[in-house]
């Protein structure tokens, strides 16, 4: 298909800017993990919707896919320190940067990556720069405090859905929202259009995360490519575990809170068991509904922009739309 052969090459593009970006220097200890991060991959989603919003409204893309990358790079160093703080040994395949260096650098290269973000936005025409440096430098604030507040529900015996919601609408929406209303600044696109890409990021990036939790308790290993009900096993209060203690009475509530305080539990019986209690509460339905209507949200946005090239309305459309449907 046409809109396809387009969008490989648009990423193929991004993906060779961010590989060509200098992030590099001295010390080399400093330089070199933001370098290797940058390098193990990812979708690259968050970049490509800020290339595909400015498609909108003008055709060439290449002058913005320098501000667009800086996205890529903020969330990197979000993902380096995210790292940390959650131990976690591998990215992407591949020893996390605290993991092949040490917390300490890892911590330096991360603040690095947030400065060398702002100035890759420096790139932006200067009758948008203040916007847009406005925009990010909210957007980088609600994205910490979306994680502080993702810590935060370590320490606590219960989260409320509208908490758990707010969590993850800063630790995740808000940045591709923020990256879809860049696109639109950077092409001159007007307030209004600007709000309802905004809002159609959030929506969508609310949608993802919830089809994330889903996935990882749902979805076939084969395809999946990690351990499935990973979630389950660090009682990880996600929308799924949240919505089944509210429902649960009986033996699922008992099976619910023993699975959660056993210290050493045997990892197969663990996820079958609790898995076995969504299933007899419907909750990877009750999920699915919730999904699709955050997805319903973002996408009425879309057909109420005033864009000016439907054929990047179709390329934005492709690309979101498949991800709300992948199955890993």
């Not at 990010?136 to 979306?146: D, I, Q």
């Amino acid at each position: 298909m046409i809109n396809d052969k387009v969008l490989g090459e648009i990423r193929d593009s991004l993906e060779k800017h961010i590989l060509q970006l200098q992030l590099g220097g001295n010390p080399p200890e400093l330089y070199d993990p933001i370098t290797y991060l940058m390098g193990l991959g990812g979708k690259r989603i968050r970049p490509l919707l800020a290339i595909l919003s400015y498609g909108l409204y003008k055709e060439d893309y290449q002058r913005v896919v320098t501000p667009a990358a800086a996205i890529e790079v903020f969330h990197n160093f979000t993902l380096m320190h995210d790292d940390i703080m959650d131990k976690a040994p591998i990215r992407r395949g591949m020893p996390t940067v605290h993991e092949k260096w040490n917390a300490n650098t890892a911590i330096l290269s991360g603040d690095v990556m947030l400065v060398k973000a702002y100035e890759l936005l420096l790139e932006v025409a200067p009758e948008h720069l203040r916007e847009s440096i406005a925009l990010f430098s909210r957007t980088a604030a609600e994205v910490c405090e979306g994680q502080q507040l993702d810590m935060n529900f370590e320490g606590v015996e219960q989260v409320s859905e509208p908490d758990y919601l707010n969590m993850i609408r800063l630790k995740t929406a808000v940045l591709l929202g923020f990256s879809l209303q860049l696109g639109a600044v950077l092409a001159g696109a007007g307030d209004e259009d600007g709000r309802r890409l905004y809002d159609f990021g959030v929506n969508i990036g609310m949608g993802f995360q919830l089809k994330d939790d889903l996935l990882d308790v749902y979805a076939d290993k084969e395809k999946f490519g990690k351990q499935v009900g990973g979630d389950i096993l660090a009682n990880k209060k996600t929308y799924l575990l949240i919505k089944a203690r509210e429902l649960a009475q009986g033996a699922d509530k008992a099976t619910l809170e023993y699975w959660l305080q056993t210290a050493e539990p045997d990892p197969e019986q663990k996820v079958r068991e609790v898995r076995a209690v969504y299933d007899r509460l419907k909750i990877e339905a009750h999920t699915l509904e919730l999904m699709g209507n955050f997805f319903e949200k973002g996408f009425e946005q879309l057909s109420r922009l005033h864009v000016k090239r439907p054929e990047g309305l179709q390329l934005l459309w492709n690309l979101t739309h498949n991800l709300a449907n992948r199955e890993k």
